[in-house]
């Protein structure tokens, strides 16, 4: 796993481990499986709470533990509670547990033997499942279910990692505080969001703040800190040719990512969308598109042309990918010279540079687009491979989360940076794009993370799932 600077306990999942089991069927077949459950979890590495404390069996089963349960779950600071129907299982136990806990909740139980040979059956899991997921409709609880299987079935652990993934995801959602670096460009109505439906629908708040106040801050660290600034320059010499900007730039790149850094560290923040063009070129002689590609590859995703669901977009991506890998934000710009489903995926330079193609040349070159042509600019072609672009947005009070997969392709040199990809039909995403509520702007990943985007918005209420 890549280390980023905001990495720690609101990227751990912690998981409720709550095995269940029903009066009627076999306590000594429950406990056999709540253990076979319990040493899958833990050689997955799981972080988990288990209810071990509760009675011999440590399983749960009377309507009179559930308020002990879900107290101690909540005490522990849980992110999802999971349980297994160990034999049939208790779906108003269950349903309650839900309910007060208020986590996504996983919902499976292990596939039944053949009967015994007089004709008794030891567990019918599969019935108690069916008879769960009513009642849970019935109190109007979300949940994840995984197909009644064996621990031992691929579907078994894919699933359990799809949840453990949306939990995450769910998790960082709810924590989201978005920073926002001065007002959207000049033009770009694409960027309007409605600031109080995020805080009203989703609790995602805005923290605004005047790019003056950024660029003092980093005046005052250019003053204060030569050593660290020349520590940063050698160091970004090392990633890549810097021969189109000299020190003097690359000082005030180093300057304006820590600047950035501990504001966002003040702010505790999940996320930057930057007014990234022209007022800091104009005031600096610097392009911030690599040191942004910097912050998104320590897990502080910056979004261009302060794109705050682009922001958001990023968050909900890397934790969907539970911060294996960083999120690359992109336009979605041209379809390839010959590929009827390839696609230009392109932005001047926010990248992250750890995704560059093994073997390519990366550089900081100066900007090609704007007039002030101001050095700072990331070029470099990323790897390819299995991607999932996303996309949350919304107007008219309508928000959805687009997902769609893709892979790398070969294409045309492009300025900056970039990754052509084949969808497998271009035609119905580039629809999507245009009726909306969507822009051109995506967070792309280096990984398929659909099925765990599916289950991540099951648990976000006023939110559609929208795949390609």
Not at 289 to 312: K, Q, R, W
Not at 404 to 418: E, F, M, N, Q, V
């Amino acid at each position: 796993m890549i280390e980023g600077i905001f990495m720690g306990e609101l990227f751990e999942v912690k998981l409720g481990f709550a095995p269940v089991r029903r009066n009627l069927f076999s306590a000594a077949e429950a406990v056999r499986y709540k253990e076979i459950v319990h040493t899958a979890l833990k050689k997955m590495n799981i972080n988990m709470v288990d209810i071990n404390w509760l009675n011999e069996e440590g399983l749960l089963y009377n309507n009179a533990d559930v308020d002990k349960v879900a107290d101690y779950f909540t005490g522990k600071g849980v992110d999802a509670v999971f349980t297994p129907h160990c034999n049939f299982g208790s779906e108003d136990v269950v349903a309650r547990l839900a309910k007060k806990v208020g986590k996504p909740l996983l919902l499976w139980g292990p596939r039944d033997d053949a009967p015994e040979p007089d004709g008794n059956r030891l567990r019918d899991s599969q019935c108690g499942l069916f008879a769960t997921g009513k009642v849970l409709r019935r109190y109007g609880v979300p949940f994840t279910y995984i197909e009644n299987c064996r621990v031992s079935d691929a579907v078994f652990s894919s699933g359990l990692a799809d949840f453990m993934a949306a939990a995450g995801a769910v998790k960082a959602f709810k924590n989201l505080r978005i920073g926002q670096i001065d007002t959207r460009p000049q033009g770009f109505m694409t960027m309007i969001v409605d600031e109080g439906a995020l805080l009203e629908r989703f609790g995602i708040e805005v923290v605004p703040v005047n790019l003056q106040e950024i660029l003092s801050d980093m005046d005052s660290i250019l003053v204060k800190r030569g050593d660290f600034i020349a520590a940063e320059v050698k160091r970004i010499r090392a990633r890549l040719d810097c021969i189109r900007a000299n020190d003097a730039n690359l000082e005030k790149m180093a300057a304006l990512k820590q600047a950035i850094k501990e504001w966002a560290e003040r702010e505790s923040l999940s996320a930057v969308a930057f007014q990234c063009w022209n007022a800091l070129q104009d005031q600096t002689g610097i392009a911030p598109c690599y040191i942004n590609s910097e912050l998104t590859e320590e897990f502080l995703p910056v979004s261009c042309e302060t794109d705050i669901h682009g922001a958001v977009t990023s968050v909900i991506t890397q934790a969907l990918g539970r911060w294996t890998t960083p999120v690359f934000f992109a336009d979605v710009t041209v379809r390839h010279p010959e590929n009827d489903n390839g696609e230009l995926l392109w932005h001047c330079g926010p990248f992250p540079l750890g995704l560059k193609k093994p073997g390519s040349a990366a550089s900081i070159s100066k900007h090609y687009i704007l007039d002030s042509a101001c050095p700072g600019v990331n070029e470099c072609e990323i790897k390819g491979g299995d991607i999932t672009v996303c996309r949350f947005d919304g107007d008219n009070g309508v928000y959805k989360l687009l997902g769609a997969r893709c892979k790398g392709i070969d294409g045309p040199l492009s300025r900056g940076t970039y990754v052509w990809v084949e969808f497998e039909n271009l035609p119905a995403l580039e629809e999507k794009l245009v009726r909306g509520p969507y822009i051109h702007h995506i967070a792309g990943i280096h990984a398929d993370i659909t099925s765990a985007l599916t289950e991540f918005v099951r648990y976000i209420p006023g939110l559609e799932p929208d795949l390609v």
